[in-house]
């Protein structure tokens, strides 16, 4: 979890150079109260993990849309 925007491109950049190639991959980024969650397309988690090991990948895992007191 990070508000770093820095990391989080860096974190967007290393999904979209993941196989399958040619296409992009990040559907949205939805903040959260300690960060953001990254709605993507499919993507090699294997590869991805290879960078960053420490980032959380969840697959069909519900995700809060909208709680309005959660992000102050």
């Not at 508000?3 to 989080?8: A, I, S, V």
């Not at 993507?40 to 090991?53: C, G, L, N, Q, S």
């Not at 959380?56 to 959660?70: A, I, R, Y």
Request: include cysteine; hydrophobic fraction near 35%.
């Amino acid at each position: 979890d990070s508000k770093d925007n820095k990391e989080l491109l860096k974190v967007k950049l290393a999904i979209d150079s993941c196989a399958p190639f040619g296409k992009d991959k990040i559907i949205s980024e939805i903040p959260t109260k300690n960060g953001y969650h990254i709605i993507t397309d499919r993507f090699d988690v294997m590869e991805f993990k290879k960078h960053f090991p420490d980032v959380d990948v969840q697959k069909k895992n519900p995700t809060l849309l909208f709680l309005p007191e959660s992000l102050n």
